[in-house]
Structures are given as structure tokens and as C-alpha cells.
């Protein structure tokens, strides 16, 4: 996949998340999309997400997957997972910003959409048994 890794979004003991952008010149538009990367030594995680989110790929309810490959970056070859960028930030973030105060409606809003979320986990054989922790973040409508 061609895409350009504009600016990184977060870092962790595993690798970086990039967002990044696709110009698709025959159609004069641009995707956007967040990457993943880990030296492909140390991706068995990303490997194991990627896995995970092919078993749930259309679900509304959990982050779409564009796909994966593998990019040599500054002669180290990296693994590279491809994902829907959900410009709305994390649910911690947004909780946090509002210093916890919350009402009961969208308290309500959010554990619905987290609900359907755990639901569609749940119907795949598989992806139930596989212990992650969770990140929920949020569309530009603030949607889980």
C-alpha cells in the first residue's frame, strides 16, 4: 500500500502510529488512515491485531482494517498495519476532558455503542478468547 506517513500520533514499547494519507490520483481524492508499525521482529502483536481485525472486518461497530505489509525503513524491515482513523481521540481522552463529569445520557450513548462493539467481538469463534485490552476511540460524530 502507497500511503505517506504524515505525522505520529503515538509511541509505545512496540512501535509507532502514524496518521497517514493516500492521494488517489485517478480519482483526485485523498484517504486518510492511521499505521501501525513495529520492527518486524517485534510485531507479533500487530500481527496478531491484524489477524483479529480481517475476522472483523465490516463490523460497524469496531475500527475497519485496510490491510498489512511489510516496508524496509532505514535498511529494518517493519511491519505495518493499516487502519480506519477515528479522528474523535479515545474515550479515556474524551472522559478526561471532561473530568469524569458525565450524564447519565451519555454515559448511556457510550456503553450502548461499547456493547454492540463486545457483541460483534463476540459472534466471531476466536477473537472471544483472545485476551487485548481494549482501546475505544471515537469518530468525528464522537461515536464509538
Excluded at 469496531?62 to 524491515?77: R, T
Aim: proline letters at 1%.
Amino acid at each position: 500500500m502507497e500511503w505517506k506517513k504524515i505525522s505520529v500520533l503515538g509511541a509505545g514499547s512496540y512501535g509507532k502510529v502514524y496518521y497517514a494519507v493516500k492521494i488517489d490520483s485517478f480519482l483526485f481524492r485523498a484517504s486518510v488512515a492511521v499505521v501501525k508499525c513495529a520492527d518486524l521482529w517485534r510485531s507479533i502483536s500487530l500481527q496478531r491485531e491484524a489477524h483479529i481485525l480481517e475476522t472483523l472486518r465490516g463490523s460497524p461497530n469496531v475500527v475497519q482494517f485496510f490491510g498489512a505489509d511489510v516496508s524496509i525503513e532505514n535498511n529494518i524491515p517493519t511491519y505495518n498495519l493499516f487502519l480506519e482513523y477515528a479522528c474523535g481521540g479515545s474515550l479515556h481522552n474524551l472522559i478526561n476532558s471532561k473530568r469524569g463529569k458525565m450524564s447519565e445520557v451519555e454515559i448511556g450513548f457510550y456503553a450502548y455503542q461499547l456493547l454492540k462493539g463486545i457483541q460483534d467481538v463476540g459472534l466471531h469463534k476466536g477473537v472471544h478468547n483472545t485476551q487485548r485490552k481494549i482501546k475505544t476511540i471515537l469518530d468525528r460524530n464522537f461515536c464509538v
